[in-house]
């Protein structure tokens, strides 16, 4: 309290006098000084750099670069790196601790699309789980665009099942096509072209279940019609030889780990040879066995805040560690994670492009936002260095998404979406989650998960003194312009 007291009276002063943009400040120019910079090439990171961004894109990169005319923020001792981009996430069928259709509204899909914002996360490629609600009164290519608040969502439409099969037709599933021959197959395609979608999902293994799975056949022409509409082909497979069979079809992305038996040579040969794209998805099972335990985060707050409500509780009940650990899936996906540990450092070595994914959002306990740090995490653990798997968490990630000309990467001519880190990611991936703040398009868009979470929705209708001195300090900020005082400001308080 007594802390708060002294510094209340120069907090009021801050917002009053950082209030208004000097004279002479040009607000499309922005210069970013003195970040230690991870570029998303893999390159190593370089120090005291400065980055110069108009109107959202990065025009200049290098040492001591002129700031005349923009808002300058100094960012010595913090790190600049690209925002994360996730390749495989499911969004606006999650609320609380159920998916279903009826959550699949426009607010619950904003809320998400924000959360993963907080989290660094700045595009999005939801694989096969929307509804038309997306395709009505231009919602998607608003978010596109990125026009509306939160990441940027990418989707794959409608995805295709076996009639009968995976995934059944519940928990917001229902309008996943289940064509029930190859010339359905190819009019589905079509009609989900017209969507103006790039990417195409497919089930293909039954999850270890006794219930239909696709037919080659059909595979094969969904595969061949997505490439006749200039769309890229996603399957979602768990067996070795099942991979082998659609990258010899000409598939596009493999959604998920192979997860049965290691690579062999041959296939990693015929990956290569055809451009695969592989989207490991680590966390998935990582989470589907670790609350058969107590996972290390279960109780960090950077994983509890990305919760839904009632979460938590759901999975800190003895009786429900119990039931997991019980399930004949524990075991079985406690060994298919070991073995997606080993592929994908196989797959990487061997030259073939990894991306980040995560299946964050098909269920509750897969976290929007939090489950892509520890995907990074993960990444390092089978073998990749901090800075490889910030590439397919970046760039690699881009690339899957066909966006890669715009982002993913801090050079010049791309778009400025970036984190800005407290710690070097490079020496420890798990930086990753010591957000400072978050720029989509150069302009400053969160502090990361935890800002102004104490503040009330009445904002300053609740009396400042009562507030905790981070709250007020971020009220005051989100008035101040981006010049060096306002920076300097925070760096002296010691946030």
Same mark, same amino acid.
């Given at each position: 309290?007594?802390?708060?007291?002294?510094?209340?009276?120069?907090?009021?002063?801050?917002?009053?006098?950082?209030?208004?943009?000097?004279?002479?400040?040009?607000?499309?120019?922005?210069?970013?000084?003195?970040?230690?910079?991870?570029?998303?090439?893999?390159?190593?990171?370089?120090?005291?750099?400065?980055?110069?961004?108009?109107?959202?894109?990065?025009?200049?990169?290098?040492?001591?670069?002129?700031?005349?005319?923009?808002?300058?923020?100094? #960012?010595?001792?913090?790190?600049?790196?690209?925002? #994360?981009?996730?390749?495989?996430?499911?969004?606006?069928?999650?609320?609380?601790?159920?998916?279903?259709?009826?959550?699949?509204?426009?607010?619950?899909?904003?809320?998400?699309?924000?959360?993963?914002?907080?989290?660094?996360?700045?595009?999005?490629?939801?694989?096969?789980?929307?509804?038309?609600?997306?395709?009505?009164?231009?919602?998607?290519?608003?978010?596109?665009?990125?026009?509306?608040?939160?990441?940027?969502?990418?989707?794959?439409?409608?995805?295709?099942?076996?009639?009968?099969?995976?995934?059944?037709?519940?928990?917001?599933?229902?309008?996943?096509?289940?064509?029930?021959?190859?010339?359905?197959?190819?009019?589905?395609?079509?009609?989900?072209?017209? %969507?103006?979608?790039?990417?195409?999902?497919?089930?293909?293994?039954?999850?270890?279940?006794?219930?239909?799975?696709?037919?080659?056949?059909?595979?094969?022409?969904?595969?061949?019609?997505?490439?006749?509409?200039?769309?890229?082909?996603?399957?979602?497979?768990?067996?070795?030889?099942?991979?082998?069979? %659609?990258?010899?079809?000409?598939?596009?992305?493999?959604? *998920?780990?192979?997860?049965?038996?290691?690579?062999?040579?041959?296939?990693?040969?015929?990956?290569?040879?055809?451009?695969?794209?592989?989207?490991?998805?680590?966390? %998935?099972?990582?989470?589907?066995?670790?609350?058969?335990?107590?996972?290390?985060?279960?109780?960090?707050?950077?994983?509890?805040?990305?919760?839904?409500?009632?979460?938590?509780?759901?999975?800190?009940?003895?009786?429900?560690?119990?039931?997991?650990?019980?399930?004949?899936?524990?075991?079985?996906?406690?060994?298919?994670?070991?073995?997606?540990?080993?592929?994908?450092?196989?797959?990487?070595?061997?030259?073939?492009?990894?991306? %980040?994914?995560?299946?964050?959002?098909?269920?509750?306990?897969?976290?929007?936002?939090?489950?892509?740090?520890?995907?990074?995490?993960?990444?390092?653990?089978?073998?990749?260095?901090?800075?490889?798997?910030?590439?397919?968490?970046?760039?690699?990630?881009?690339?899957?998404?066909?966006?890669?000309?715009?982002?993913?990467?801090?050079?010049?001519?791309?778009?400025?979406?970036?984190?800005?880190?407290?710690?070097?990611?490079?020496?420890?991936?798990?930086?990753?989650?010591?957000?400072?703040?978050?720029?989509?398009?150069?302009?400053?868009?969160?502090?990361?998960?935890?800002?102004?979470?104490?503040?009330?929705?009445?904002?300053?209708?609740?009396?400042?003194?009562?507030?905790?001195?981070?709250?007020?300090?971020?009220?005051?900020?989100?008035?101040?312009?981006?010049?060096?005082?306002?920076?300097?400001?925070?760096?002296?308080? *010691?946030?």
């Amino acid at each position: 309290m007594l802390r708060t007291s002294l510094l209340l009276p120069l907090l009021l002063f801050a917002c009053i006098f950082l209030g208004s943009r000097p004279p002479g400040v040009d607000p499309a120019r922005l210069l970013l000084k003195d970040v230690n910079l991870i570029d998303g090439t893999g390159a190593a990171a370089k120090p005291h750099m400065d980055l110069l961004i108009e109107n959202g894109v990065i025009v200049a990169i290098g040492k001591n670069l002129s700031g005349d005319n923009a808002s300058i923020v100094t #960012l010595t001792g913090k790190t600049i790196m690209p925002a #994360l981009i996730s390749a495989h996430v499911h969004v606006g069928t999650l609320n609380g601790t159920t998916a279903s259709a009826e959550h699949y509204t426009k607010p619950n899909i904003l809320r998400q699309l924000k959360l993963y914002q907080d989290y660094g996360v700045l595009q999005l490629l939801v694989m096969g789980t929307d509804r038309p609600l997306l395709f009505e009164n231009g919602f998607y290519d608003s978010s596109l665009n990125g026009s509306l608040p939160g990441a940027r969502y990418h989707s794959a439409g409608f995805g295709f099942a076996a009639p009968g099969g995976t995934p059944p037709p519940v928990n917001g599933m229902d309008r996943v096509n289940r064509p029930a021959n190859a010339e359905q197959a190819r009019r589905q395609v079509d009609t989900l072209a017209g %969507l103006h979608v790039k990417t195409i999902k497919m089930w293909v293994d039954n999850l270890g279940s006794t219930t239909p799975r696709l037919q080659p056949e059909v595979c094969r022409a969904l595969i061949d019609a997505a490439h006749r509409n200039g769309m890229l082909a996603a399957a979602h497979l768990f067996y070795r030889e099942d991979a082998r069979r %659609l990258v010899a079809d000409r598939l596009d992305i493999i959604a *998920h780990s192979i997860r049965d038996q290691e690579v062999d040579d041959a296939l990693l040969r015929d990956m290569k040879a055809r451009n695969i794209i592989y989207i490991p998805t680590l966390a %998935l099972d990582k989470f589907a066995y670790s609350y058969g335990d107590t996972p290390p985060w279960l109780n960090d707050p950077f994983f509890k805040q990305s919760l839904e409500p009632g979460t938590h509780d759901m999975i800190s009940a003895p009786a429900y560690r119990q039931q997991m650990k019980t399930s004949p899936a524990y075991q079985r996906s406690k060994t298919a994670h070991q073995v997606a540990l080993k592929n994908v450092y196989r797959i990487h070595k061997a030259g073939i492009l990894v991306a %980040l994914g995560t299946d964050s959002g098909a269920s509750a306990i897969r976290a929007q936002g939090f489950s892509e740090h520890l995907e990074l995490e993960l990444l390092v653990e089978a073998g990749l260095t901090p800075l490889e798997a910030i590439t397919a968490g970046t760039l690699n990630a881009a690339r899957a998404l066909r966006v890669d000309r715009q982002y993913g990467t801090l050079e010049k001519g791309k778009v400025a979406d970036l984190l800005i880190l407290y710690s070097d990611p490079s020496f420890s991936v798990a930086n990753t989650r010591n957000i400072a703040a978050v720029y989509k398009a150069g302009r400053e868009v969160s502090k990361g998960p935890f800002a102004g979470a104490d503040v009330t929705a009445s904002g300053l209708l609740q009396p400042l003194y009562t507030l905790p001195l981070r709250s007020v300090f971020f009220y005051c900020r989100s008035v101040a312009s981006y010049v060096d005082t306002t920076v300097i400001f925070r760096r002296r308080l *010691h946030f």
